[in-house]
């Protein structure tokens, strides 16, 4: 692999450029669209790269790529080798949620840093400001940027109990690092997860993690190594990855963090955050991290 190649990224040639225009009330509709479901034809390049990296790994499935004509998401048949046993995954991007103008609520990273750029900012910071955030979006949304989860039928579509349960409403924020702590959890034996929770796809999770056997074997097929040093998860809040000051989560960290949620709602960690500087710090982390998965990846497929 050549290590100076760019990362193939799935968003518009353009995307940048257009997203700044569109953030700063230039253009009237977003370039944006989520990579891995949005496609209604069966060229899905997102899906169909994810399918050969997961085909080149030694985990205990062989994958196929499906797609129904017309809907807007394909997925990924997942045949256990000995059993033939199929699950049904989708990928989740955890490089935060990313929506138009009007819906930029300040619950979300994106929209946080959206509403702190417009307080007070000459004209030459807030274009410096929109040109990081769409830098920050056409980054975390290359191949380095998700998860992979099983999904079942849910009254008319098929969807993941975990991601919808992982999100802003929950002490996890959308963080990867939090959720990579709760699966570390999981191979520990612990049982007060949201990933334990009951739902009606706790059966098929428990497959899907338990085919690894091991957090170590987890991240090191599905190459979550530039998020984890030796089972050690970095802290995407308090690192700053640029002048490489790196910090890890703890047990004693994480259950404060679900102690203060639980008692009060509006606690959540990156939607606190006061100072543009850090909270563009929490968003650069997670977009060099995701650049260097995505780099490894890459080498792979």
């Known amino acids: 692999m050549n290590p100076k190649k760019e990362i193939k990224h799935y968003e518009d040639e353009q995307f940048e450029e257009k997203t700044v225009k569109y953030l700063n009330y230039v253009m009237d509709s977003s370039p944006y669209f989520d990579p891995d479901g949005t496609y209604t034809t069966k060229d899905s390049p997102f899906y169909q790269d994810m399918t050969a990296f997961l085909n080149h790994q030694q985990s205990a499935y062989t994958y196929q790529y499906h797609h129904q004509q017309g809907k807007c998401h394909g997925w990924i048949e997942a045949t256990h080798k000995k059993t033939k046993q199929i699950l049904y995954l989708r990928t ?151 002048k490489k000051e790196i910090h890890f989560l703890t047990d004693e960290m994480v259950e404060k963090i679900k102690a ?5 709602k509006n606690l959540n960690t990156i939607k606190n955050i006061q100072k543009k500087e850090d909270l563009k710090r929490v968003l650069n982390n997670v977009r060099i991290l995701i650049r260097k998965r995505s780099k490894q990846i890459e080498g792979i497929k």
Not at 139 to 155: C, E, K, M
Not at 210 to 228: K, P
Not at 260 to 264: D, G, L, S, T
Request: charged share 30%; aromatic share 16%.
């Open 92 to 242: 989740d991007q955890f490089g935060f949620s990313f929506f138009g103008r009007s819906a930029f609520s300040e619950r979300y990273p994106y929209g946080h840093y959206f509403h702190m750029i417009f307080k007070d900012k000459t004209k030459k910071e807030r274009e410096q400001d929109l040109k990081f955030i769409a830098k920050c979006v056409n980054d975390s949304r290359t191949i380095g940027g998700s998860f992979l989860w099983p999904v079942v039928l849910d009254g008319n579509k098929y969807s993941s109990h975990y991601n919808r349960k992982r999100g802003i409403a929950s002490y996890i924020e959308d963080r990867v690092d939090l959720t990579l702590w709760e699966i570390q959890k999981y191979y520990e034996g612990e049982k007060n997860l949201i990933i334990t929770e009951e739902s009606i796809d706790k059966e098929e999770m428990k497959t899907w993690l338990d085919s690894f056997e091991t957090f170590s074997n987890y991240v090191q097929i599905l190459c979550f190594d530039a998020f984890v040093h030796d089972e050690k998860i970095i802290d995407i809040v308090n690192s700053n990855i640029e």
């Open 260 to 264: 203060e949620y639980k008692e009060n």
